[in-house]
């Protein structure tokens, strides 16, 4: 990005501040794909794929409840499929055992 942006293909600030704020989201970020990575040694590859689905869903929710974050149809309706495919994944999984 700083090539491009000596190159004047892109323009942006660096603030100090803001960077610091993120290191927190970047710490977590580094941990969820370690620990993802930890997994594949205990888990099959596809619920693996339905856990991190499943995050994503995690996600949309807490942004509606923690920020009022108003989702349109569509998006509920992607949640509902994405829900309703991982246990349906997680079910013909046969080697899955809790």
Known sequence: MIIFRKFGCLKFNVDLNLLIRWIPACVLFVLMLSTSGFALAWL???IITV???LGLCITAMGDSYFF???HSR???FSIILMI???FLSAMTDLTFTI
């Open 74 to 76: 569509n998006i509920k």
């Open 84 to 86: 309703i495919g991982s």
């Open 68 to 70: 009022g974050v108003k």
């Open 51 to 53: 856990f991190k689905n």
């Open 44 to 46: 099959p590859v596809p």
